[in-house]
């Protein structure tokens, strides 16, 4: 089903009209509101009115998370707090950390785009959600939250953890769709398998996955084991949160990105360079509607090929294939995004340790599993040689790693040699 | 009256004691006792040498990371209630022992008990107050 037929089947010729003129009013509203864009535009010598065209775009510099991060808290923010009704904010300590802020009529938007996303995947307010996304800082929640009930759908805000009580509430309550990571999905299915309940005599019948890379096993052996239909659904938190795009349950091929209210451009993340529309490249994203962090060639460090040929089910918005790559060196661990960065900004933090560390992901079953080895280092250990000492550097890492990035890996100390046998402070043996 | 003692930081992985023990030996180092702190994911080796400044640097310069600890050795009769006649008067004191480990001399007719004290200094006073052997460190690592 098509949630706002006029909009999701606009000819492109008129879809195209309609991003050059909300690009325009975003570049003159960036250019005199935040100071950023009227820094970074100055310095590239254009004027927001110069830009004519979408071909015109590649003019205008870049926008990347170190930018977003050097802005910390609210730095980018184009309307006063008075106007800001929703902050969210991505992990990480203070300075690695993102903020993002709504307006009511961003967190408006946000909820049609949801809401246009749940109707793609064949919801409609007779059907119950179960949302195991977790609710808070991070979008996930939240945003599918104000989608469903835009929608009229029954909402059930389970978000994350306590699997038991999921599996019971998925029983009892018979939701008709489920929303969270795909590997949370795979990690419940195991409970229940444990617990001796068949996934696939559950009321499911549609699931709608997304904040982590899956390929397309998975989501074929989450369709198998729960007897339901797997859909992709893209976001990034920066942007807006989930609902940037959403597979089709009648295309089946990729993900329908909302352009009348993002431009999307694939360039050559070495280069900077916009590749033609279907090549492999990284994304960057221009949101065309949003008022309080509106941001203009955003680079999102996702790799991924976008799909030009028409889909059968009448959208006329062009589709991005499923994100299996970074251009960057972020990983995405349990839905989280964490980068190499904010991990050392937690090791520089204590007092004595240095950031030599290794960080190991694997997948054991459905869930991730991650390692952290941290070297003792000179100061630390000729100061104490003690075994309390190091307890409490293991314990304050540990907590440091749950407030700030929300994982909780499993720790070891290690001798330096150790960490000397490769330079790879992130080994990744995942076969996603 | 003080003894220096070697921590080194092992990782609980196999062959690293061996590591330890193999530098150790190439430097001709003596071992006069030892003990062995574990925890789930690491382990603290720690040492009474015959030469603490070379052990220290052989194991530095292999890639260890090594410190130098000061503790307290204590010599009483080799029989029943040698190590509760000082643990009753360190008690009385109020004097907290982090942790120990114990020998035998050569001779067999005393035991030598190695301390970790937050205070050493008054700790010693203390033992020596109440008449127990001291053995300074120097007497120690020639045993
Ligand atoms: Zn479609």
Redesign the interface.
């Known amino acids: 089903m098509i949630y706002n037929e006029e909009f999701e089947t606009l000819p492109r010729e008129a879809l195209r009209a309609l991003q050059v003129k909300r690009l325009q009013q975003v570049l003159e509203r960036v250019y005199h509101s935040v100071g950023f864009y009227k820094k970074s535009l100055d310095t590239a010598k254009i004027k927001p009115h110069e830009i004519k065209s979408i071909a015109d775009m590649s003019k205008l510099p870049f926008i990347t998370r170190q930018d977003l991060q050097n802005n910390y808290p609210f730095g980018l923010f184009a309307v006063p707090m008075s106007n800001i009704v929703r902050l969210h904010a991505s992990s990480g300590t203070r300075g690695r950390s993102t903020v993002f802020g709504y307006t009511k009529r961003d967190i408006d938007t946000w909820s049609e785009l949801m809401a246009r996303s749940l109707a793609a995947a064949g919801l409609t307010k007779n059907d119950i959600i179960h949302n195991a996304f977790e609710y808070g800082l991070f979008t996930g929640g939240l945003g599918f939250h104000y989608g469903a009930e835009k929608i009229g759908a029954s909402v059930i805000p389970m978000s994350g953890g306590n699997s038991k009580r999921q599996i019971m509430i998925l029983q009892d309550f018979g939701p008709t769709a489920i929303c969270c990571t795909p590997s949370y999905a795979l990690h419940l299915a195991e409970e229940g398998k444990a617990l001796g309940i068949d996934m696939k005599s559950l009321k499911l019948r549609v699931g709608i996955f997304g904040a982590e890379p899956w390929s397309k096993a998975i989501s074929a052996e989450i369709e198998k084991t729960f007897g339901i239909t797997a859909l992709d659904l893209f976001g990034l938190s920066e942007v807006i949160g989930p609902g940037m795009a959403m597979e089709c349950l009648e295309g089946r091929n990729g993900m329908h990105i909302y352009e009348d209210h993002f431009i999307v451009e694939t360039i050559n993340p070495q280069t900077g360079e916009v590749l033609p529309e279907g090549e492999e490249g990284e994304l960057v994203f221009t949101t065309l509607t949003k008022e309080a962090f509106p941001l203009v060639r955003y680079r999102s460090g996702d790799v991924s090929r976008l799909i030009i040929e028409p889909c059968r089910c009448g959208r006329t918005h062009i589709k991005m294939e499923r994100v299996l790559k970074r251009s960057d060196d972020m990983l995405i661990v349990r839905g989280i995004n964490i980068f190499p960065s904010q991990i050392e900004a937690i090791l520089t933090a204590i007092e004595g340790l240095e950031p030599q560390y290794q960080l190991i992901v694997d997948r054991a079953g459905a869930l991730d599993s991650l390692e952290l080895h941290v070297e003792v280092s000179d100061k630390i250990f000729s100061n104490s040689g003690g075994v309390k000492e190091l307890q409490k550097i293991e314990k304050r890492i540990l907590k440091d790693m749950k407030d700030y990035l929300g994982i909780a890996p499993n720790l070891r100390l290690v001798e330096p040699s150790t960490l000397k046998k490769t330079d790879a402070k992130i080994i990744d043996k995942r076969r996603i | 009256m003080k003894v220096e003692q070697i921590?080194v930081?092992?990782?609980?992985?196999p062959g690293?004691l061996e590591h330890a023990t193999r530098v150790m030996r190439d430097a001709s180092i003596n071992i006069r006792t030892l003990s062995l702190?574990e925890?789930v994911?690491?382990g603290?080796l720690r040492l009474i040498v015959n030469d603490v400044e070379k052990a220290n640097k052989v194991l530095k310069d292999a890639?260890?990371?090594?410190?130098?600890?000061v503790v307290v050795a204590v010599e009483v009769p080799d029989k029943p209630g040698g190590l509760h006649s000082i643990m009753e008067v360190l008690s009385k004191e109020s004097i907290n022992v982090?942790y120990l480990y114990a020998f035998v001399e050569k001779s067999g007719q005393n035991a030598v008990i190695i301390f970790r004290f937050d205070a050493p200094e008054k700790a010693i006073e203390v033992l020596m107050k109440n008449k127990f052997t001291v053995v300074p460190g120097a007497q120690l690592y020639e045993f």
């Open positions: 921590s930081f092992l990782e609980n992985k690293s702190a925890t994911d690491f603290i890639g260890f990371r090594v410190s130098k600890t982090e």
